[in-house]
């Protein structure tokens, strides 16, 4: 049985002020991030490290004006990687020193190069979060909480709501939430149990109910890329593991000057589309799949896959089957199969998506 461990990852490594019992208080929270925060674009001979008074190993930054901010450990290993040294060995160093070491890579041994800086202030000191390339095409997660809001609401009483344990409704807590946010990222977990779709041959030639899911995620500092994967799944137990997924599809955009673009034309749509789409819209997918028959499998298969790769889905499929592999739907079933038996994640997931690009086809 195929799982998926994106959303076990967050649930086992989240504190508590990471944590959020609803869409909407998600949104409120990364809102209010976004109306504290003042993006920037500054020389990299403008700004300098500084030692912070009574303490041996802290920084701060201070600007062109004279303003002095603090630097969170995510900015440090951004700022670090500007000025060309190991942000391991920088932290090791006394802070005097570690501050030479970056003002000397950033106005020294480099052409003047301008820096997006991100800074973050709410009522106490203000910081630094962000030091990334003068092109960096920040997509808020804000952006993305309030389409998310405006689609499925609240996240707890729509089709689209924190999934249950095993298939079954329970109150929403920080302890079994899937909606998480931080001063680095944020990720959603959104699926609709309760309007199931039949799928035919789902396992040893029997039909079973299967929910839809889909995971977003975004980093608005530059520590990951915004994607939207969907996926179909039997359950999701309390330690907030995906089981029994087949058709899992995604889209990653990374934050290059023509993301912001990228989001209106690529993952908003999706996201419509994924919040208007009926359980009949994903059955007819799948029968159309079932009717569109391969000419050559072999060669099919050969154009998405290694040779030993083509050889163990067809038998994964007539293992399962019983019958070689005719349509695009037995391609999707075989791959899917075949994808249980990686031991692997992340080759297993990569699988997966070829799995559902090959539904996609039909």
């Not at 001979?45 to 995510?74: F, K, S, Y």
């Not at 028959?293 to 060669?299: L, Y």
């Amino acid at each position: 049985m195929s799982q998926l461990m994106q959303a076990n990852r967050e649930w086992s490594s989240r504190p508590a002020d990471q944590r959020f019992t609803s869409l909407t208080e998600l949104d409120a929270y990364v809102q209010a991030v976004k109306s504290a925060s003042h993006a920037k674009s500054l020389s990299s001979r403008a700004i300098q490290c500084v030692p912070v008074e009574g303490d041996t190993r802290a920084l701060m930054c201070v600007g062109p004006n004279g303003g002095a901010v603090g630097i969170t450990h995510w900015s440090f290993d951004q700022l670090a990687k500007r000025a060309g040294a190991p942000a391991g060995y920088l932290r090791s160093l006394p802070a005097p020193m570690a501050a030479d070491c970056v003002n000397y890579g950033l106005h020294v041994t480099r052409d003047v190069d301008d820096l997006g800086i991100l800074l973050y202030k709410n009522g106490g000191p203000a910081e630094l979060r962000a030091v990334t390339g003068p092109n960096y095409g920040r997509i808020w997660n804000a952006t993305i909480t309030r389409a998310l809001v405006e689609r499925f609401g609240d996240g707890l009483s729509g089709d689209f709501r924190v999934p249950g344990e095993f298939g079954k409704t329970v109150a929403v807590t920080k302890d079994n939430t899937t909606l998480y946010a931080s001063d680095r990222d944020m990720f959603v977990f959104l699926a609709d149990e309760q309007h199931r779709i039949e799928v035919p041959n789902r396992r040893d030639g029997k039909s079973g109910a299967m929910a839809r899911g889909f995971f977003v995620w975004n980093s608005e500092v530059g520590s990951a890329t915004l994607g939207i994967s969907t996926f179909l799944f039997d359950y999701v137990c309390c330690n907030r593991i995906v089981w029994g997924s087949q058709d899992y599809a995604e889209v990653r955009i990374r934050h290059t000057s023509g993301a912001p673009d990228r989001w209106l034309e690529e993952v908003a749509p999706a996201i419509e589309s994924y919040a208007n789409s009926s359980a009949s819209n994903v059955v007819r997918a799948i029968e159309d799949a079932r009717a569109q028959r391969i000419d050559n499998v072999d060669e099919f298969l050969a154009k998405r896959f290694t040779r030993p790769q083509v050889s163990a889905i067809k038998a994964a499929h007539m293992s399962e089957e019983q019958r070689p592999i005719e349509t695009l739907w037995d391609a999707t079933t075989g791959v899917t199969a075949y994808a249980r038996g990686i031991q692997h994640q992340n080759e297993r997931v990569q699988i997966e998506r070829e799995a559902g690009k090959i539904l996609d086809m039909a």
